[in-house]
């Protein structure tokens, strides 16, 4: 897809594949009404979207670049490769990442700064690559920045979170060793201020240190929501709990918040999981939400 000027800020997306699960494993709850509702405005041809019971739910996985007062920032780094992984959908993967990258102008070395909304296996597996048996950090002149709160949360290896200590091991540690990590607030500014920089905001429950990453640079803002919404279907059902929440009522309730925000403010919307363009604006459609994509 084309990249999106925002003012002076412009934003590429760098895709890594799609996971598409059975709908109901992730979203246990939504009925056949929900997805009729749903069809009137979301088309995915390759989804059956009519009886939840034989629904797909396809994910994209894709970073985000940013870039913005002369820096280049990337937002999420996906499944990464050659990682040994407990699922078997993201274990050992070959994909072309950095060719998508370069495809988007962009060498590792060209990357100033990672941003990783939270630690989950999906969003931090390209900060590093395999060298000569060791991983090293990919984006080797970039610092990274890492919510402390999930930090402190994953590094001990919680019950229930094998795949993501998985994660911790080989895509945060080697950062952390060669000196690159960086553990922040919620409230972190990483660049310029609020309004006119970059900034985080806490998101919490999806994991315990979820934020959002947002950004804005004589434009309207953007918003990086990270796993707060994964799919359109949560437009309409905010109020279901995502399996995958560490804390559902503290999840959906950032979802709402989230969804009332991006549609009052007119913010671009930089979700970590939705389909085609990915990009796109919240509008409110009655009592719930719709999203409205960006052009290719
Ligand atoms: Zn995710």
């Known amino acids: 897809m084309n990249p999106i000027r925002l003012g002076r800020m412009i934003v590429h997306k760098v895709h890594e594949m799609d996971s598409p699960v059975p709908l109901l494993s992730q979203l246990p709850g939504v009925t056949s009404s929900d997805l009729a509702r749903l069809s009137a405005w979301y088309e995915a041809p390759d989804e059956i979207i009519d009886d939840p019971e034989t629904s797909l739910m396809t994910f994209s996985v894709h970073s985000w670049v940013i870039e913005i007062d002369g820096l280049t920032i990337l937002v999420d780094t996906c499944d990464g490769n050659h990682k040994n992984r407990s699922l078997q959908a993201v274990h050992q993967l070959d994909r072309p990442y950095l060719r998508n990258l370069a495809k988007a102008g962009f060498r590792p070395e060209d990357i100033d700064l990672v941003m990783c909304t939270h630690l989950h296996f999906d969003h931090v597996g390209w900060n590093t690559r395999l060298e000569n048996g060791k991983w090293v950090p990919t984006f080797s002149n970039a610092r990274y ?20 200590f998985e994660a911790f091991q080989d895509s945060i540690l080697p950062v952390m060793d060669a000196g690159r990590g960086m553990l922040v607030d919620e409230d972190f500014i990483a660049h310029g201020q609020i309004g006119e920089g970059i900034w985080l905001e806490p998101a919490f429950g999806h994991s315990p240190g979820c934020v959002t990453v947002n950004a804005q640079d004589d434009g309207p803002p953007a918003l990086f929501w990270g796993d707060v919404i994964h799919h359109p279907v949560q437009m309409l059902r905010f109020d279901l709990p995502f399996a995958f929440d560490m804390d559902p009522v503290m999840a959906s309730a950032t979802r709402i918040a989230t969804l009332e925000r991006a549609a009052d403010a007119e913010t671009m919307c930089f979700p970590a999981h939705f389909r085609r363009t990915s990009a796109g604006h919240v509008k409110r459609d009655g009592d719930v939400f719709r999203y409205e994509w960006v052009e290719a």
Request: proline share 5%; aromatic share 20%; no cysteine.
């Open 145 to 164: 920045v890492f919510s402390q709160r999930d930090y402190a949360y994953f590094s001990r290896n919680p019950a229930g979170e094998e795949l993501h």
